[in-house]
């Protein structure tokens, strides 16, 4: 084990590896094949080339009539058969190598490797055990539990219906339990191209959101809970009220300062979030409304006492 839970590793980092004393040997004896065969490959190559210049000489001698025929025919063949014997001793070279790289591979192949930079979360083992996969229909649990920190982001399910009006590249807005009353920015990074049906009742489609950019003052962890809002629409110095006093039917309880009672009445609205609702109609600014609808006799007609 060459990493503990909490350390920080680099690309192709090795994180742990298998007992392979058995291939290292493999590796050292094909490295040693290997140099055998650059050795006489160069051997076979340099009488090859001894026996092409024997040739030319020959072929000199005979075109002045210092050489037989016969003797030319010689030294041709023994330069032909010699630049075979370093050609093959060549291929046998590139054979050697190739050993050696399955080897190296084999041996590689016992090794963990990062993928990529990140934090190790968890180590499922220890040094000396032994490891076995599971049986069929039950996961392997990761040897090395491997997280990239470098892109946070927020995975979330989107109601089918309102998944049809969402485009990657729109603006969000992202909160965190762990950080209370601070707003996030982000964008749309990805769609699901598929609904997923864990329940029968509740169709969803899964979205991730970039926080851009990641925050530097914030500690974020993977696995924190998280809500997000896709921003679809806005409005600049709209009219707005908190959306939590609309009642059904698009209405709020209004103050009647003349009689000091509650007043049943209809708005129109527009673009409409958790916290807020834009007015389009029926309110105007500095209307006093009720904020709270859970209490007791808050209902058209109460006489009430501004707070």
């Given at each position: 084990m060459?990493?503990?839970?909490?350390?920080?590793?680099?690309?192709?980092?090795?994180l742990?590896?298998?007992?392979?004393?058995?291939?290292?040997?493999?590796?050292?004896?094909a490295?040693?094949?290997?140099?055998?065969?650059?050795?006489?490959?160069?051997?076979?190559?340099d009488t090859?080339?001894?026996?092409?210049r024997?040739?030319?000489?020959?072929?000199?001698?005979?075109?002045r009539?210092?050489?037989?025929?016969?003797?030319?025919?010689?030294?041709?063949?023994?330069?032909?058969?010699?630049?075979?014997?370093?050609?093959?001793?060549?291929?046998?070279?590139?054979?050697?190598?190739?050993?050696?790289?399955?080897?190296?591979?084999?041996?590689?192949?016992?090794?963990?490797?990062?993928?990529?930079?990140?934090?190790v979360?968890?180590?499922?083992?220890?040094?000396?055990?032994?490891?076995?996969?599971?049986?069929?229909?039950?996961?392997?649990?990761?040897?090395?539990?491997?997280?990239?920190?470098?892109?946070?982001?927020?995975?979330?399910?989107?109601?089918?219906?309102?998944?049809?009006?969402?485009?990657?590249?729109?603006?969000?807005?992202?909160?965190?339990?762990?950080?209370?009353?601070?707003?996030?920015e982000?964008?749309?990074?990805?769609?699901?191209?598929?609904?997923?049906?864990?329940?029968?009742?509740?169709?969803?489609?899964?979205?991730?959101?970039?926080?851009t950019p990641?925050?530097?003052?914030?500690?974020?962890?993977?696995?924190?809970?998280?809500?997000?809002?896709?921003?679809?629409?806005?409005?600049?110095d709209?009219?707005?009220?908190?959306?939590?006093?609309?009642?059904?039917?698009?209405?709020v309880?209004?103050?009647?300062?003349?009689?000091g009672?509650?007043?049943?009445?209809?708005?129109?609205?527009?673009?409409?979030?958790?916290?807020?609702?834009?007015?389009?109609?029926?309110?105007?600014?500095?209307?006093?409304?009720?904020?709270?609808?859970?209490?007791?006799?808050?209902?058209?007609?109460?006489?009430?006492?501004?707070?």
């Amino acid at each position: 084990m060459l990493v503990e839970e909490g350390d920080r590793v680099k690309p192709e980092q090795i994180l742990l590896e298998l007992w392979n004393e058995d291939r290292k040997v493999r590796v050292e004896q094909a490295e040693a094949t290997l140099r055998a065969r650059r050795i006489e490959e160069r051997r076979a190559c340099d009488t090859a080339e001894l026996a092409a210049r024997e040739y030319h000489r020959t072929e000199s001698l005979a075109a002045r009539r210092l050489a037989s025929d016969e003797l030319l025919d010689q030294r041709e063949t023994e330069a032909r058969l010699s630049r075979l014997g370093c050609e093959q001793a060549n291929a046998m070279t590139d054979q050697a190598s190739a050993s050696l790289k399955l080897e190296q591979v084999m041996l590689d192949d016992t090794r963990l490797r990062a993928p990529f930079a990140g934090i190790v979360a968890e180590i499922n083992g220890e040094p000396g055990e032994f490891v076995t996969p599971s049986p069929p229909g039950i996961p392997t649990p990761p040897a090395v539990d491997l997280i990239d920190d470098s892109c946070l982001y927020v995975r979330a399910p989107i109601d089918e219906i309102e998944a049809a009006r969402l485009r990657v590249g729109q603006k969000a807005r992202i909160t965190l339990d762990a950080f209370r009353g601070r707003v996030f920015e982000g964008q749309l990074n990805r769609i699901a191209p598929f609904v997923s049906e864990l329940e029968k009742q509740a169709r969803t489609v899964d979205v991730d959101v970039l926080f851009t950019p990641a925050p530097v003052d914030a500690n974020l962890l993977v696995g924190y809970s998280a809500d997000i809002e896709v921003i679809l629409d806005s409005r600049d110095d709209a009219p707005r009220i908190p959306t939590e006093t609309l009642l059904e039917g698009t209405r709020v309880l209004r103050y009647a300062p003349d009689t000091g009672t509650l007043v049943d009445q209809p708005v129109s609205t527009g673009l409409a979030n958790w916290t807020w609702t834009e007015v389009t109609g029926g309110l105007k600014p500095g209307q006093r409304i009720l904020h709270t609808l859970d209490r007791e006799g808050a209902v058209a007609g109460a006489r009430v006492a501004p707070e």
